[in-house]
T-cell receptor, first 113, second 110 residues
Framework: AQSVTQPDIHITVSEGASLELRCNYS??????LFWYVQSPGQGLQLLLK??????LVQGIKGFEAEFKRSQSSFNLRKPSVHWSDAAEYFC???????????FGTGTSLTVIP | NAGVTQTPKFQVLKTGQSMTLQCAQD?????MSWYRQDPGMGLRLIHY???????DQGEVPNGYNVSRSTTEDFPLRLLSAAPSQTSVYFC?????????FGPGTRLTVL
């Protein structure tokens, strides 16, 4: 069965520090992979997505993610975190055939000055 | 484009009441879906539609009905609200295998 695991419920980082949010997926084939960000009281905004090709994908707001097939992972990274990055981050997997998306339980990011 | 819009933003219901959550998109996307978001559970798919007149169940469809009479609109109906349906509901439409989310409806069932 398809599933997405985000092992870290909550992460705290200092402003200017690097960030890595973990995401592992379970899927029978190469899925479509996504990272979304949700600010408090807001909807979800797409940060980046991977469908195929280069395994390192760049997204908005300076985020990037790397697809590692051997580890079934799609970790999100940012070299220098800003206070405005404090939010909830969701990893998601979608079937290439469409119509079904599965979300992880989210990682809450706190940024301290 | 307004994107994906949802109304209302907030709603309080009593157990047993019915209501419809509205969702509309102006991007001419064929695929639309409804999710509920609960603490520690992420987003779970309730129902989805691949085009006007076609709907299907997602992971947690019980207690909810949907219809899709037009490409633009995809309302979600709660026929008899229960406290377990207290949640934040998100509507999304899809283009190019990427979903675009509305701002959400926060529903409380007393």
């Amino acid at each position: 069965a398809q599933s997405v695991t985000q092992p870290d419920i909550h992460i705290t980082v200092s402003e200017g520090a690097s960030l890595e949010l973990r995401c592992n997926y379970s899927y029978g084939a190469t899925p479509y992979l996504f990272w979304y960000v949700q600010s408090p009281g807001q909807g979800l905004q797409l940060l980046l997505k991977y469908f195929s090709g280069d395994t390192l994908v760049q997204g908005i707001k300076g985020f990037e993610a790397e697809f590692k097939r051997s580890q079934s992972s799609f970790n999100l990274r940012k070299p220098s975190v800003h206070w405005s990055d404090a939010a909830e981050y969701f990893c998601a997997v979608g079937a290439p055939t469409g119509n079904q998306f599965y979300f992880g339980t989210g990682t809450s990011l706190t940024v301290i000055p | 484009n307004a994107g994906v819009t949802q109304t209302p933003k907030f709603q309080v219901l009593k157990t047993g009441q019915s209501m419809t959550l509205q969702c509309a998109q102006d991007m001419n996307h064929e695929y639309m879906s409804w999710y509920r978001q609960d603490p520690g559970m992420g987003l779970r798919l309730i129902h989805y539609s691949v085009g006007a007149g076609i709907t299907d169940q997602g992971e947690v469809p019980n207690g909810y009905n949907v219809s899709r009479s037009t490409t633009e609109d995809f309302p979600l109906r709660l026929l008899s609200a229960a406290p377990s349906q207290t949640s934040v509901y998100f509507c999304a439409s899809e283009m190019g295998d990427t979903q675009y989310f509305g701002p959400g409806t926060r529903l409380t069932v007393l």
